[in-house]
């Protein structure tokens, strides 16, 4: 079995932004999570006019891996609107980069299209844990 590319990985994640709810930020990200059996599993962010109900493209693509039966997520590709992307200090958030460290290794790699690959320990070197690693 053929193993999904980074560059396949970059281009589902590009396609999931395009479908992102983002009325009130109009800041639209998309995320892929390429699962073990090389399946893609793709989401965007969702916003409400209540912000704190709005929900991540990063965070919604780990809970849709999960939900499709992945228990370890090695690779993950986000992707913006490429006239945000060029600001160099977008970076998926803290909550997301929290969710992340619960299912991928420190060394899991995170995409982020237009600017390069990245281990999870350099964009969240201290992650928060409760004493214990979950079975995943």
Do not use: W
Not at 35 to 58: F, H, P, R
């Amino acid at each position: 079995m053929k193993k999904t590319t980074d560059d396949e990985l970059i281009e589902a994640a590009e396609n999931a932004f395009r479908r992102a709810y983002a009325p009130y930020s109009r800041f639209r990200v998309g995320a892929a999570i390429a699962l073990d059996n090389n399946k893609i599993v793709t989401a965007c962010n969702v916003e409400n006019a209540s912000y704190g109900l709005t929900m991540c493209a990063e965070r919604a693509a780990v809970f849709a891996a999960i939900a499709a039966g992945a228990s370890r997520i090695y690779r993950i590709a986000i992707a913006i609107d490429s006239a945000d992307a060029m600001n160099s200090t977008l970076m998926p958030c803290g909550a997301c980069l929290q969710v992340l460290s619960e299912f991928m290794p420190k060394d899991g790699d995170v995409l982020i299209a237009r600017k390069g690959k990245f281990k999870l320990a350099d964009l969240l070197p201290h992650a928060f844990t409760i004493g214990h690693s979950p079975e995943v």
